[in-house]
Nanobody, 126 residues
Framework: VQLQASGGGLVQAGGSLRLSCAAS????????MGWFRQAPGKERESVAA????????YYGDPAKGRFSISTDNAKNTVYLQMNSLKPEDTAVYYC????????????????????WGKGTLVTVSS
């Protein structure tokens, strides 16, 4: 299984970025996909999650009202649209996949998530 994250980069505060996570190696129709992030010196935190059908979503507090998660089943890809970016959004963003949606929501459950992609760095300048 591979989760290939891309789309990170340097952006000014107030700008936007779209992260992509291309999944391969198995069927993900029963999986939830999501994004976590980890800033320097901080713990990894859940940003957003979605089930593969797109009927259920979750947003962590930092993402509410600014980020949007979506799927393109034909491309086996999950997107994270990030708007109104702030310097505090600076972090490495990781894509993840697991059949248990609650693992993206429950504090401390991230260590049990089945699959992780390599991170993509997002830097927001002030």
């Amino acid at each position: 299984v591979q989760l290939q994250a891309s789309g990170g980069g340097l952006v000014q505060a107030g700008g936007s970025l779209r992260l992509s996570c291309a999944a391969s190696g198995r069927t993900f129709s029963s999986y939830a996909m999501g994004w976590f992030r980890q800033a320097p010196g901080k713990e990894r935190e859940s940003v957003a999650a979605i089930n593969w059908s797109g009927t259920r979503t979750y947003y962590g507090d930092p993402a509410k009202g600014r980020f949007s998660i979506s799927t393109d089943n034909a491309k086996n890809t999950v997107y994270l649209q990030m708007n109104s970016l702030k310097p505090e959004d600076t972090a490495v963003y990781y894509c993840a996949a697991d059949p248990r949606f609650n693992y993206f929501v429950t504090l401390g459950a991230l260590t049990r998530i089945d699959y992780w992609g390599k991170g993509t760095l997002v830097t927001v300048s002030s």
